[in-house]
């Protein structure tokens, strides 16, 4: 990897493919679409997921001479000599329910770090796929959507709030009572069904936090966002209130927290259990 390479023009060019690649499978019956096995990542894989990272691949290879790929679908892969020159932790699809269902809500998720480590993560890209949204950051650069700066929320009141939580589908009985007291608190819950794509939201000021603490989510789904919500100005930590310090490996799960601004973030942590 050269000290020159331009990432973000890289990470264009694979969103760019993706959107080419997968346009075929936007436009047939994708709800028919069949099972092709289980991504590295443990979930069900659609010939979409499998499409849209074989056009991310093809790019990096085409851009890069080595480089380790980290991908909710195909596991942990290298190329080139020096595989362990950068990784790149994609999940090609975010929010593929959505997708095959036609619910206007998915993404395409790109991270590139020098260790296969969260922390490490220096240039990112989430695309709204349905809307054609671009959200990129490069560390101590900013984060931008369709090349416009953004900020996150200063909002600090949660009866004003709107906090993204996502309860989706996992020990929903354990997780839901540690939650209530937010939920009590927060003028309007959401909850999309992308959440690399609700990170983004948070970085942009659209939501006011976006909560997951569940243990389900993996960090193929929230490497970019990770980044593009700090470098916007937002914060991120565990529920306990530390720093996400976790291994990019398509089988890592994590919990979070991410709010606009401190002050939001403090009220939430006192408030999850
Ligand atoms: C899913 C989405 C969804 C979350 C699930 C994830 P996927 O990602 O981010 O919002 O609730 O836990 O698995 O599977 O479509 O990449
Ligand atoms: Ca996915």
């Known amino acids: 990897m050269s000290a020159k390479t331009d990432w973000l023009k890289i990470l264009i ?9 997968i346009r075929p499978y936007l436009e047939s019956a994708t709800a028919q679409q069949p099972v092709l096995g289980t991504g590295a990542g443990g979930d069900p894989m659609k010939p979409v997921d499998l499409a849209a990272e074989n056009a991310i691949v093809e790019v990096l290879e085409q851009n890069l001479s080595a480089f380790t790929l980290v991908s909710e679908e195909s596991g942990v892969k290298e190329f080139g000599a020096n595989p362990a020159q950068c990784y790149v932790t994609v999940d090609p699809i975010d929010g593929t329910t959505n997708l095959v269902r036609r619910l206007p809500f998915y993404a ?18 989430v695309t709204d796929l ?19 700066k953004i900020n996150p929320s200063p909002r600090t009141s949660l009866e004003d709030a709107v906090i993204g939580l996502d309860l989706n589908s996992y020990k929903v009985k354990a997780i839901a009572p540690r939650l209530s007291d937010l939920i009590e608190k927060t003028g309007h819950i959401r909850h999309f069904g992308a959440n690399a794509l609700e990170l983004c939201y948070v970085a942009e000021g659209l939501t006011d936090a976006f909560v997951d603490i569940r243990g389900k989510l993996r960090v193929t789904d929230l490497a970019a966002g990770y980044l593009i919500l700090k470098e916007a100005g937002g914060v991120i930590t565990t529920p306990e209130g530390l720093a996400l310090a976790t291994a990019l490996d398509p089988m890592q799960k994590i919990k979070f927290i991410a709010s606009g601004n401190e002050q939001l973030h403090k009220q939430i942590l006192g408030l999850v259990s």
Not at 13 to 21: E, G, I, L, P, T
Not at 108 to 125: D, E, K, M, Q, R
Request: charged share 25%.
């Open 108 to 125: 395409t998720s790109i991270a590139v770090s020098t260790l296969p480590v969260l922390s490490t993560v220096f240039a990112a890209l």
């Open 130 to 148: 349905f809307h054609d949204t671009t959200y990129t950051a490069m560390e101590g650069k900013g984060a931008y959507r369709d090349g416009k």
């Open 13 to 21: 060019r694979c969103r760019d493919n993706v959107k080419a690649k």
